[in-house]
């Protein structure tokens, strides 16, 4: 335990303990109802410390006692929720995520993290409506991100349609969003559909710095289009470029 943890651990036990803080409601005395807030964040703060340090155990035991605390916190529900998860109780982790959404629906961050734990577990379509219902939340300033998660998350169901629609979505949030641009890329190259899957790599060149993977993308697009002239400047501008790139050796592997 670090400096500030002993220090935030030893202001907690203070809070807690009998006779630590005064209870009297006289004049410059402490209420109950705030020792009680008091201690139930500090308790989701060190809970949450806990967990990006990777103590699970220890970051669900305090979360669990935050909640006791205040059973109304959403954030500590679904930070329990993620500790859960991590330790590999699912049941517990769905159930703490569930009532992190009864609390507090209009939260976008407890809305997205449901969506993305349903989608790892293979409920694809109810991802897509706890992703939809983040994006539309007006506090969420990336709906752009959050609906090409839900493009990507349709992907993996597959549902092309479905995740063609989130990604024009995030689209229509942000016109050079650089994910959306790429995936409707690749979903288009998928598909066959050579031109769109081109049009889709130009607006994102437009408008967005290429990897070597993109790069290399744009190769394949041209290879399949019979454009050699594109093909050749694609190629070239990777081996400038990322000369060390795994795909850069793919290009010259292939002459």
Do not use: W
């Amino acid at each position: 335990m670090n400096m500030s943890e002993r220090l935030l651990a030893g202001l907690l036990v203070c809070l807690l303990a009998t006779g630590c803080v005064s209870t009297t409601t006289t004049t410059g005395g402490v209420k109950p109802d705030a020792d009680k807030s008091d201690a139930a964040e500090l308790n989701y703060q060190l809970g949450a410390r806990y967990y990006r340090n990777g103590n699970f155990e220890l970051a669900r035991d305090r979360l669990l006692y935050s909640i006791e605390l205040n059973p109304k916190n959403a954030v500590a529900h679904y930070t329990l929720a993620l500790a859960y998860e991590a330790i590999g109780n699912l049941r517990l982790a769905t159930e703490s995520y569930k009532q992190a959404v009864r609390i507090s629906p209009k939260d976008y961050k407890v809305q997205n993290a449901y969506a993305v734990f349903l989608c790892n577990q293979g409920d694809f379509d109810g991802a897509g409506e706890h992703f939809a219902t983040a994006a539309k939340i007006t506090e969420n300033d990336n709906a752009e991100i959050t609906l090409t998660n839900a493009g990507v998350c349709m992907m993996q169901k597959p549902d092309q349609v479905r995740a063609e629609a989130f990604f024009r979505e995030a689209l229509e949030y942000r016109a050079n969003h650089g994910e959306a641009l790429i995936q409707l890329c690749l979903l288009k190259f998928a598909q066959g559909d050579y031109l769109a899957s081109r049009a889709f790599l130009q607006r994102y060149l437009g408008g967005n710095i290429p990897t070597a993977g993109v790069l290399y993308l744009g190769a394949q697009i041209e290879d399949k289009l019979g454009d050699e002239r594109a093909k050749t400047e694609y190629s070239n501008r990777l081996l400038r470029e990322f000369p060390a790139s795994p795909e850069a050796r793919r290009i010259l592997e292939s002459g």
